[in-house]
């Protein structure tokens, strides 16, 4: 019965080195950027889906900054998080270029 006492607590003591995911400077400096550029770029006249992604990557990002037991669901948050902020200023700026082109189309009263 002592074997199985010490092995269990081996067992556990090894599940509990478990590395925590910790975000590194330039990674949380870099998304905090591009989330910055994405709100500017949506409030000026973006579409309602980027704001919804800037929203989304802030909450996935703040998330997996509470998941230490889970490094490699971090790992995939944070992933998921920047993507889900570089798809929101791009969106933000095609849609910004898009009117910039309509605004400066000839329409048809010009012919």
Known sequence: ?????????AVVGG???VEPFVVSDQQRTHFEQVVQAAEVAAAADGPAQAAALVVEA????????HLPKYPERARSL???AQYEADTAL???REAHRQAQLAATAPTAATF
């Open 1 to 9: 019965m002592r074997f199985w006492g010490v092995m269990l607590l």
């Open 15 to 17: 599940c509990a080195t």
């Open 58 to 65: 802030k909450s996935d990002f703040d998330y997996a900054q």
């Open 78 to 80: 944070v992933a998921k």
């Open 90 to 92: 791009w969106m933000a």
